[in-house]
């Protein structure tokens, strides 16, 4: 596992750029849900789109962050499995992160599963430590959360 300082020194300014953005979310999910609905959406879309091309053009790029992981049970399972099928694992989050954007979207059916969809992806992933901008994922969940109990306002809107 590389160091903190490491890691921090090769990727701080995508951390800092993550993170506002989550921030913002959080307090967009608080005073203004449907704009905080609005922008998870485009981040899930644009995560999709990203995903979609790096995995086709460039699937061992991933495999970068099994050193970022603070559970050896994910760096284990990068390292092993997901190496030898990267580019299916990666093309279904992104089918993932892609209906989640959409659920976003929608009102009514659609939106719950979609938030509930963004707490599990954001929890999932924040034991990669840096390689998810933690704690991003971890605030877009607790906005997800944030905008389950909003949800009747925000179908209203």
Avoid at 56 to 85: M, T
Avoid at 137 to 154: E, G, N, P
């Amino acid at each position: 596992m590389i160091l903190v300082t490491e890691q921090w020194s090769e990727h701080w300014f995508q951390y800092l750029i993550s993170n506002t953005i989550a921030l913002v979310v959080v307090l967009l999910a608080w005073k203004m849900p449907t704009a905080a609905r609005i922008g998870l959406g485009i981040i899930f879309v644009a995560a999709s789109i990203a995903n979609i091309f790096v995995a086709i053009i460039k699937p061992q790029d991933y495999l970068n962050y099994g050193q970022f992981s603070v559970l050896d049970v994910y760096r284990s399972f990068i390292d092993g499995w997901f190496a030898e099928h990267t580019r299916l694992f990666v093309l279904s989050i992104a089918a993932g992160q892609f209906f989640i954007g959409v659920g976003m979207f929608a009102n009514g059916a659609l939106l719950k599963p979609a938030l509930i969809g963004i707490v599990i992806f954001g929890l999932a992933i924040a034991p990669l430590g840096v390689g998810s901008a933690f704690p991003c994922s971890v605030l877009l969940a607790f906005a997800a959360i944030m905008l389950c109990f909003k949800s009747q306002r925000i179908e209203d809107d």
